[in-house]
């Protein structure tokens, strides 16, 4: 019996150290299965982690050239603009130059066109002073003329009386006259009488024609 029990612990105690072994050894195993899973996983990460830094070199390097080509360009856009500016600004001061100059232009020909407008009005003025002057003096010597004309019309029977009257006195003068002095005086008479007559003649015709 005595030896049953000890058997019994003995194999009590093997089956307990067995499993206390086989607990080590499958914990032993899942261990070296994580490490060896950690070590996989570390090489991975390793080699992810040297892309990953390649890649950021690479970027980097790209940045870089990027910043520096933009730099450039930028560098050059702004000499561009400066360049522009300059430009601008002198074309700036030429157009003011060219603004100044053209208003003093500008109050120049309003001073003469006001000089000329103001010349023009006394022109106006005075040709039309001088043309309502002359057409009152024409329309006063018409007035003048015309009774002149309402007189000889008036004097003309009378002038025509007398003519004939005088012709009336010639012929008698002449028939009855013996005296070559006598003669002689007629003669002037006619004569004169001949000239009275061309001139009345002569206003009459003046006057019709008027």
């Known amino acids: ?21 086989t607990e ?6 899942h261990k070296f299965a994580a ?8 090489r991975s990460l390793k080699e992810d982690f040297k892309r990953v830094t390649d890649e950021l070199s690479q970027k980097e390097i790209e940045y870089k050239n990027a910043v520096e080509w933009l730099k450039q360009d930028h560098m050059t856009k702004i000499a561009d603009l400066e360049s522009q500016i300059r430009g601008f600004q002198m074309q700036k001061v030429a157009n003011e130059a060219a603004a100044s100059q053209l208003h003093q232009d500008l109050a120049v020909h309003k001073n003469h066109i006001d000089m000329l407008t103001r010349r023009l009005e006394q022109v106006c003025s005075e040709v039309e002073s001088r043309y309502c002057y002359e057409i009152q003096g024409l329309k006063d010597l018409l007035l003048i003329e015309q009774e002149e004309k309402n007189e000889l019309n008036k004097k003309f029977p009378d002038l025509e009386k007398e003519l004939f009257m005088s012709q009336s006195k010639l012929a008698e003068l002449q028939r009855d006259s013996t005296s070559n002095q006598h003669m002689e005086t007629l003669k002037q008479k006619i004569m004169k009488l001949r000239k009275e007559n061309e001139v009345l ?6 006057s019709k024609e008027s």
């Open 201 to 206: 003649k002569r206003k009459l015709a003046d």
């Open 35 to 42: 490490q060896i899973e950690l070590r996989t996983n570390y």
């Open 1 to 21: 019996m005595k030896r049953r029990e000890a058997l019994e612990s003995t194999v009590h105690f093997l089956q307990s150290e067995n499993e206390r072994l």
């Open 24 to 29: 080590r050894y499958t914990e032993s195993l």
